[in-house]
C-alpha cells in the first residue's frame, strides 16, 4: 500500500519525543526550502536505520517527532505541499553548535540551543500553561506537583482526548505510575520533560508515596515568574486549527471552527454576545453558555484570556493557521451529553474543577466505564474535604469508594458506603447489587467501628434511577439497620457547589445521606 502525503490530523499537543537533542537531530532534517510531510517522515526513517534504532512503529515514531517540532515552533505548516518550512526559530536552531558530550544515551544541549529552544517553547500555549500551574504552585503551597496534578487542569474540557487518570485510582488498580496515564498525563509528562531540559523546572527530591508507590513532584525556578510575565507575552504562539480539539471529540470540525472564531475574535475586547454574533456570521449556532465554556476550555489549554468589566480579551499574540476547507465542511450535530457536560462545566465553573465536573458526567452516563468512574466519586468526594478511598474493582466484595468524616466528638463521625454504577439508562437496583450492598454494609461497618465512627450510611450513585427507589434502600435498612440514600450525578454537582461556596459543611451532611429516597441538596 503506498502512503499519501497529506499533513496530521492533530498537532500542538506532544506525548513522546521528550528528548530535546532528538529534537535538534530532527529539525537538521528539514532543508531550507521546506518539506512535504511523506518525505520527512522517511528522512526520520532513514536517520534511525543509520543509527542502528529503528523501532518496529517507526511510522507512530516518525509522526511524534513531527509533532514535537511543530510544538516547539522549529517548522510551521506549509499547507501547499502539505509539509513543513523553517521558521526563525527553527533556522537559529540550525546555526547552533552541537555538544560531543552525552548523558544516558542522549546527547547533552549547548546553552546556544537552550537558549534557542526557550523562546520556542513559549509558542505552545500548553507549555506556557503548564509553567504557570507550576509558578502558582510555587507561589501558594510550594510543594511540587505530579504529571497527574498537571493533567488534571491541562487540556480542552469536555474532549475525550485529553483524560486523565487519578494516581490513587492507578495504585488501586495494581498499575505503575510508568505505564498508565490518561492523555493529558502524556502531554504533561513531556512538557516536563523539555522544561527541566532547559532549567526552568526541576523535579523535588521529595517524592509523594502512594499506597507504597513514588510519584515524582516538580517546582520551577523563580525566574519563570518573570518568563510569564514578560517573555511569554513577547514570543507569539503558534496555533494551528488542528491544535483545538481532538479527533476523539464527539463533534470536532465544530469545535475546531468556533473556537477559531473566538481566538479571532478576542484580538480586541468583545463581550459574550458579540462572541456568539460572530459565531453566527461564520455560520455556526451558540449561545453565552456555549461561548463561556469555549473560554473555559481555551484558558485550560493555556491561553490567556482576560475579562473586565463583562469584556473578555486574548492576552497573547497568536498566529491563527487555519485549515483550508475547515469551514467548507457541514456542522456536525453536538450530542446530548456533549451539551450537558458544556452547561454544567459553566454553571459551577467558580466551584468545582471542571475535568471533575466532565469525569463524572461522562463517566457516570456510559454504561461502560465504571471504573473510571469509581475514580471519579472517588475524587469528587476528597475534593469536598472528606476522608475517601477508592478500593476498586477485582479487590472482591468490597465497596468501590469508602467516605468518612471524623470530627474531633466521637457522636458526630460518619462514614458512606458508596456502590458506583455508570449507566446510560436509568439503574433499577438489580436483586444482586442489593444484596452486595447487604454484604457491604457488614463488612465496612465492623471497620468503621473500629476507627471510631458510629454513625454509618450507604448510597447508591448513578447517572439517573428508576422511579421506586425508597423500595431497595428500605429493605437494606429494614435487614442490616442502617440507611441510605440514591445519588444522581447533577446531585452531586449540586452538592460540590454549596458545600464549596460554603452553605452547607460536610459535618452537617449525615442526615442527607440517610432518607431511604433520593438524595437532595436542602
Known amino acids: 500500500m503506498v502512503s499519501r502525503n497529506k499533513l496530521m490530523k492533530n498537532y500542538g499537543w506532544v506525548q513522546n519525543t521528550s528528548n530535546l537533542s532528538t529534537v535538534r537531530d530532527t529539525i537538521d532534517l528539514v532543508p531550507e526550502y521546506g518539506i512535504d510531510h511523506l518525505s520527512l517522515k ?58 560531543s558530550k552525552y548523558s544516558r544515551k542522549y546527547r547533552m544541549l549547548t546553552n546556544e540551543e537552550i537558549t534557542v529552544l526557550k523562546d520556542g517553547l513559549l509558542t505552545n500555549p500548553p507549555v506556557v500553561r503548564v509553567l504557570d500551574l507550576l509558578n502558582n504552585e510555587r507561589r501558594t503551597k510550594n510543594q511540587g506537583m505530579s504529571k497527574y496534578d498537571i493533567g488534571a487542569k491541562l487540556g480542552f474540557v469536555g474532549d475525550s482526548g485529553f483524560t486523565h487518570l487519578d494516581p490513587e485510582w492507578i495504585v488501586a488498580n495494581d498499575f505503575k505510575f510508568t505505564n498508565k496515564e490518561g492523555d493529558a498525563d502524556k502531554w504533561a509528562r513531556t512538557i516536563l520533560s523539555w522544561l527541566c531540559q532547559v532549567g526552568w523546572v526541576y523535579k523535588l527530591e521529595e517524592r509523594k508515596q502512594i499506597f507504597g508507590q513514588k510519584l515524582a513532584l516538580y517546582s520551577v525556578l523563580p525566574e519563570v515568574e518573570n518568563v510569564l510575565r514578560y517573555s511569554s507575552k513577547r514570543v507569539i504562539k503558534n496555533v494551528p486549527s488542528e491544535m483545538l480539539c481532538s479527533n476523539h471529540h464527539a463533534f470536532p470540525k465544530l469545535v475546531q471552527k468556533r473556537r477559531v472564531v473566538i481566538l479571532d475574535s478576542l484580538s480586541k475586547p468583545v463581550t459574550l454576545n458579540t462572541l456568539v454574533q460572530d459565531l453566527a456570521e461564520n455560520g455556526i449556532d451558540s449561545n453565552e453558555e456555549v461561548v463561556r465554556f469555549e473560554i473555559i476550555s481555551l484558558r485550560q489549554a493555556g491561553f490567556r484570556i482576560a475579562s473586565d468589566g463583562g469584556y473578555y480579551r486574548l492576552e497573547d499574540r497568536i498566529r491563527l493557521d487555519i485549515e483550508h476547507k475547515l469551514f467548507e465542511t457541514p456542522n456536525e450535530v453536538a450530542t446530548p451529553i456533549e451539551k450537558l457536560i458544556e452547561q454544567q462545566v459553566v454553571q459551577y465553573e467558580s466551584t468545582i474543577p471542571a475535568r471533575l465536573v466532565d469525569n463524572l458526567i461522562r463517566y457516570g452516563y456510559d454504561g461502560t466505564k465504571n471504573s473510571e468512574f469509581e475514580s471519579a466519586i472517588y475524587e469528587f468526594f476528597r475534593f469536598l474535604g472528606y476522608s475517601s478511598t477508592l478500593l476498586g474493582q477485582g479487590r472482591g466484595r468490597v465497596a468501590d469508594v469508602l467516605v468518612k468524616y471524623v470530627d474531633r466528638m466521637y457522636a458526630r463521625s460518619y462514614g458512606v458506603i458508596i456502590d458506583t454504577k455508570a449507566t446510560s439508562s436509568r439503574y433499577s437496583f438489580p436483586a444482586g447489587d442489593v444484596r452486595k450492598m447487604k454484604e457491604y454494609i457488614e463488612l465496612h461497618g465492623v471497620q468503621m467501628l473500629s476507627e471510631k465512627i458510629p454513625n454509618h450510611a450507604f448510597a447508591f450513585v448513578s447517572s439517573e434511577f428508576t422511579d421506586n427507589v425508597e423500595g431497595p434502600l428500605e429493605e437494606i435498612y429494614v435487614e442490616k439497620g442502617v440507611k441510605g440514600t440514591a445519588i444522581r450525578v447533577l446531585n452531586l454537582l449540586e452538592l460540590g457547589n454549596s458545600t464549596i461556596k460554603g452553605d452547607i459543611n460536610i459535618s452537617e451532611l449525615y442526615e442527607l445521606y440517610t432518607t431511604n429516597g433520593l438524595f437532595q441538596v436542602n
Do not use: F
Not at 536517520?47 to 523501532?55: A, F, I, Q, T
Not at 509522526?63 to 517548522?75: E, P
Open 42 to 99: 522517511h528522512l526520520i526513517m532513514e536517520s534511525r536505520v543509520r543509527n542502528g534504532s529503528l523501532p518496529k512503529r517507526w511510522d507512530w515514531d516518525a509522526r511524534c517527532r513531527i509533532k514535537a517540532i511543530h510544538a516547539l515552533g522549529l517548522v510551521s505548516l506549509d499547507r501547499n505541499i502539505q509539509g513543513y518550512v523553517l521558521t526563525d526559530i527553527g533556522k537559529a536552531l540550525q546555526q547552533c553548535k552541537k555538544s
